[in-house]
């Protein structure tokens, strides 16, 4: 009887699936165009880069490390860059994560020029 259930709902939720416009998944599952990001496969793991059209980005390596030991883990180090249009800041994150957990390290820059800059370009 709860195998027949569940057979019901996964038909009705598949049905409704086929039938739901495409606009709407895309609003709910947003998909990354392939001309803003690239995944390639290296010898010891992989590269990925990001780059959106606001000026976010992300750029990551995942290296394998001691392959074939017992001491083997994946190491992933990147950063990721996003832009605030309303603040015009960047945040800037570096990070490693390791066996021993998620390191970040991040600063903050702000695109805008400081007065100073601005009355020195002035001349």
């Known amino acids: 009887m709860a195998s027949a259930k569940l057979f019901l709902a996964v038909a009705i939720l598949a049905t409704f699936s086929l039938t739901v416009n495409a606009g709407f998944l895309d609003y709910i599952f947003p998909t990354v165009m392939s001309e803003f990001y690239s995944l390639a496969p290296t ?3 992989y590269r990925f880069n990001l780059e959106e059209p606001n000026g976010s980005k992300r ?7 001691n392959p ?3 001491d083997e883990q994946l190491v992933v180090m990147g950063s990721y860059t996003v832009y605030d249009e309303k603040t015009d800041t960047e945040t800037i994150t570096m990070y490693t994560a390791d066996k021993d957990g998620y390191k970040p ?3 903050i820059k702000n695109r805008k020029l400081s007065p100073g800059a ?6």
């Open 43 to 45: 010898k010891e793991g």
């Open 105 to 107: 390290r991040y600063m």
């Open 68 to 70: 074939g030991t017992e």
């Open 59 to 65: 750029e990551e390596i995942g290296v394998i490390m």
């Open 118 to 123: 601005l009355k020195s370009a002035a001349g």
